[in-house]
């Protein structure tokens, strides 16, 4: 059981250009897409065939009730999800000419962020997966570091996106030193290039915290894998036409964790252990995923029917 921890929210996605209103004033339509960078990975998760919960605190409003069925339909474990009558998370997004998505959020006072740390982990955990807005936002963000340590000195199998919002970090600095403070119980990090900037620091120096690998994603560049032992393993990312880049990352996060259980490999000794044509594998088969991603509007990543080749 692979299990995902963190925010689920409404993406309003902006559909084509205005056409009327005065210059300057014109708005487009925005489409409700069901979203949040942890959703998104345990839908893709579902999507591609692995066992998988989703840990989070959800809404009982219409759009919450639409956030679950999302979980369902992609056959997520929804039984560890709390419920709360507050409002759910909306995030604006605003799509560049190149595919590439920005954000704005409408998070005060909204369900996810009273997540409080749950009595027990899911029967059969043997991953985790967190970041994302989840871990910026007060009081929720110390219970889910809570969840990640507890996990992490049970032998528990972590992965980490930060998947940096700037936007909602009041004090860059703290979430900094946070960040460092996570990497002991880190076993996995994936993170952007933009993520990697913003940040700060290595993979060298944040191996040496903790993790056994670290992955980067260069957009369509592809993704490199580094790891402890001074491994460096790369591939190049798949040609699509891009409609926009919305969940491509959570793709890769999914991609990652499915193509390491199907070899055998969701802990921290094996992670440590792969070797190069093992990190090729997934690594191609993370790209493959998240371009189809990217070929669609909105997070809808695909089914593991849409993808040829070995995880």
């Not at 925010?7 to 069901?34: C, F, K, M, N, S």
């Not at 959570?250 to 990190?279: C, E, K, M």
Request: proline share 6%; hydrophobic share 45%; with cysteine.
């Amino acid at each position: 059981m692979i299990v995902v921890a963190g925010e689920a929210l409404i993406d309003l996605v902006p559909q084509g250009v205005p056409t009327d209103g005065a210059p300057g004033t014109a708005l487009p339509a925005l489409a409700p897409r069901l979203g949040g960078g942890p959703y998104n990975t345990a839908v893709a998760l579902g999507r591609l065939g692995s066992s998988v919960a989703f840990c989070s605190r959800v809404s009982r409003d219409a759009f919450g009730e639409a956030l679950l069925g999302g979980l369902r339909g992609a056959g997520v474990d929804v039984s560890p999800v709390q419920r709360g009558d507050e409002p759910t998370t909306l995030a604006v997004a605003s799509i560049g000419a190149d595919g590439s998505a920005g954000y704005s959020f409408y998070v005060e006072g909204t369900a996810d962020r009273l997540f409080a740390v749950p009595e027990a982990l899911p029967s059969g955990t043997r991953a985790m997966s967190f970041g994302t807005c989840s871990l910026a936002l007060e009081p929720g963000a110390t219970a889910y570091e809570d969840v990640m340590r507890s996990a992490a000195a049970q032998g528990v199998c972590t992965a980490l996106d930060p998947n940096i919002r700037a936007g909602l970090i009041p004090d860059a600095d703290a979430y900094r030193a946070r960040f460092k403070n996570w990497l002991a119980s880190t076993t996995l990090l994936k993170l952007s290039e933009d993520d990697a900037e913003w940040l700060g620091g290595t993979p060298q120096e944040w191996l040496a915290a903790g993790p056994a690998a670290v992955v980067i994603t260069r957009g369509g560049e592809g993704l490199t894998a580094l790891t402890r032992d001074g491994g460096e393993y790369s591939v190049p990312g798949e040609r699509v036409d891009v409609v926009d880049t919305i969940g491509a990352g959570d793709t890769v996060n999914a991609a990652l964790l499915h193509g390491l259980s199907r070899q055998g490999s969701l802990s921290p000794a094996a992670i440590a252990g792969l070797a190069g044509d093992d990190w090729s594998r997934l690594l191609g088969f993370a790209a493959r995923a998240a371009a189809i991603t990217c070929s669609r509007a909105g997070a809808e990543p695909p089914y593991a029917t849409e993808l040829a080749g070995p995880a």
